[in-house]
Structures are given as C-alpha cells and as structure tokens.
C-alpha cells in the first residue's frame, strides 16, 4: 500500500522558517513527480511547489516563489520543501502528493499525504 507521510509543521513566527519532509513508502516514488499542496480553512487546495523526478524540473506558486525551495532525494524515497520568511498567510495545512509529471494540477496527483499543519503567527 503507497503512503505518503508529511512532518516537520508546526508553529513559528512570522519571518521564521520551517522545513516540511514527507516520506514515501509502500512505492518507489523515485520515478514520480512529487508536488507539495496547502488547503487554509474555508479555502480550495492549492499548488504550492513541485518537482520532477530528476530534481531537473520545479514549479513554484507565484505567492511562494523566492521563499519556498522544494527539494528530494530519491534514494531516501522523500521530498522536502524548505520555507523561509514565513507569512501569516502561508498558514494552512500541507499535504505532500505524487504523479507520474510535473505538474501544478491538483487533479494529476493519485496519491496523498495526510498533511501536516504549518501555523503562522503575527
């Protein structure tokens, strides 16, 4: 059974930095494109970074671009995604995901994380 199991949120204050992990097991994801998403209360998941699985090709939200740094290492068969200069609004909660190209669409994604609550206070 593939499972992806996201860590590392928590709560930091506005201007900090916290680096996200999420663990692939189950599948060998080293071949998949592996994105990070974020859902806010009363808002719509959204794309927030992904990357190919070369590590050749990433993809960044224009909100995040220049602060987030996505990252993976095939070999450990995880995915990180590295944020600085932490914004109130980047609270929300994080899921990691995978598909078979880079993509920003939600919908290309087959397999999910639970998620991991990052909160960002003023």
């Known amino acids: 059974q593939a499972q992806l199991v996201e860590s590392g949120g928590g709560l930091v204050q506005a201007g900090g930095s916290l680096r996200l992990s999420c663990a692939a097991s189950g599948h060998t994801f080293s071949r998949d494109a592996m994105g990070w998403f974020r859902q806010a209360p009363g808002k719509e998941r959204e794309f927030v970074a992904a990357i190919s699985w070369s590590s050749g090709i990433t993809y960044y939200a224009n909100s995040v671009k220049g602060r987030f740094t996505i990252s993976r290492d095939n070999a450990k068969n995880s995915v990180y995604l590295q944020m600085n200069s932490l914004k109130p609004e980047d609270t929300a909660v994080y899921y990691c995901?995978?598909?078979?190209?880079?993509?920003?669409?939600?919908?290309?994604?087959?397999?999910w994380g639970q998620g991991t609550q990052v909160t960002v206070s003023s």
């Open positions: 995901a995978a598909s078979k190209g880079a993509t920003i669409r939600l919908d290309d994604y087959s397999y």
